[in-house]
């Protein structure tokens, strides 16, 4: 399984990215996909998630109403676009997928991509 996430980047307060996590080696549309985030010295945490359908997503509060979880089955991909950003968003984001929604610990997802990194500059 290979979980390829990219589409970080840096940009200013207030703009706009849209990471990708492209999958493979997994029967991706029977998968649920979910997005955490790491900051430098703090611990990873959760940031969106979204079941194998696309039909449910949980977020976190902090980005509610600023990020959107989704995905392409068909593309084998997940994406997380990310407006109206903040300096306390950057970090280093990770895609992670599980055969069920396994919640908002990272404990309970099994395959990891790699990170992107995204720097919000203010």
């Known amino acids: 399984v290979q979980l390829q996430a990219s589409g970080g980047g840096l940009v200013q307060a207030g703009g706009s990215l849209r990471l990708s996590c492209a999958a493979s080696?997994?029967?991706?549309?029977?998968?649920?996909m979910a997005w955490f985030r790491q900051a430098p010295g703090k611990e990873r945490e959760f940031v969106a998630a979204?079941?194998?359908?696309?039909?449910?997503?949980y977020y976190a509060e902090f980005v509610k109403g600023r990020f959107t979880i989704s995905r392409d089955n068909a593309k084998n991909t997940g994406y997380l676009q990310m407006d109206s950003l903040k300096p306390e968003d950057t970090a280093v984001y990770y895609c992670?997928?599980?055969?069920?929604?396994?919640?908002?610990?990272?404990?309970?997802?099994?395959?990891w991509g790699q990170g992107t990194l995204v720097t919000v500059s203010s």
């Open positions: 992670a997928s599980n055969l069920f929604y396994s919640g908002n610990s990272d404990t309970g997802w099994d395959f």
């Open positions: 080696g997994l029967t991706f549309n029977t998968y649920s």
């Open positions: 979204i079941t194998w359908s696309g039909v449910t997503t």
